[in-house]
């Protein structure tokens, strides 16, 4: 991991800086050939050695800044990078509702009304026997699964809410348990049978 850091950084040091040095070099000893061309005197033996050590010490001095600032341009890039790969998140809403109504039998119920709601479905679970005999076939035990109907709710938008509370407007239902909630989708589990009457689902911040 730390080698590979450091190579993003001597990648990022070294390769600015040596592509310009060819081109830098050249141009350098074109101006000062030109300067004493211009000035009609010779071209001192040291002028070019001379060059080739200021135009080094540059160099080296950039390659050594640019490595102790790569991090930081590095880290900016990874930042620029990460902020385009973000997906842009709906604003979340105080509040979710669904009212159903049921018609007593195993009819799908209906939505009467509904807010910030992108789905709905509701799914009828019949009820069930468990019966045990012995090898007379005689009944030794026995048990009932009773009927249920699972509600699950899909919001348009999220919500920031802290509780998902349920009522029903005509009596009391045996159970009914918010089996899984959170800012997009809500699960409800109804135990027994539902008598008609409106059931509504709705959200509190």
């Not at 195993?106 to 799914?123: C, G, K």
């Not at 997009?184 to 409106?198: F, H, K, S, T």
Request: net charge neutral; aromatic share 12%; with cysteine.
């Amino acid at each position: 991991m730390l080698w590979n850091y450091l190579k993003l950084c001597s990648k990022f040091s070294f390769q600015p800086a040596f592509q310009g040095l060819d081109f830098l070099s050249l141009l350098a000893g074109l101006v000062v050939s030109a300067w004493y061309w211009w000035k009609n005197e010779a071209l001192p033996d040291a002028t070019l050695g001379l060059i080739a050590v200021i135009i080094l010490a540059v160099i080296t001095a950039l390659i050594v800044l640019r490595f102790v600032s790569a991090p930081y341009f590095l880290w900016r890039k990874g930042q620029a990078e990460l902020s385009a790969l973000k997906v842009h998140r709906p604003d979340f809403v105080e509040r979710a509702m669904l009212r159903l109504e049921f018609h007593g039998d195993v009819q799908i119920p209906t939505a009467v009304d509904r807010e910030n709601i992108y789905s709905w479905f509701a799914l009828y679970g019949e009820s069930r026997q468990i019966i045990a005999n012995d090898a007379n076939g005689n009944k030794i035990a026995g048990a009932e699964i009773p009927s249920s109907w699972i509600v699950s709710v899909v919001f348009e938008r999220p919500v920031n809410f802290h509780q998902v509370a349920t009522s029903f407007s005509t009596a009391a239902l045996r159970v009914c348990e918010v089996k899984q909630a959170n800012d997009r989708a809500v699960l409800i589990y109804l135990e027994g049978p539902v008598p008609q009457g409106n059931l509504e689902i709705r959200t509190r911040a």
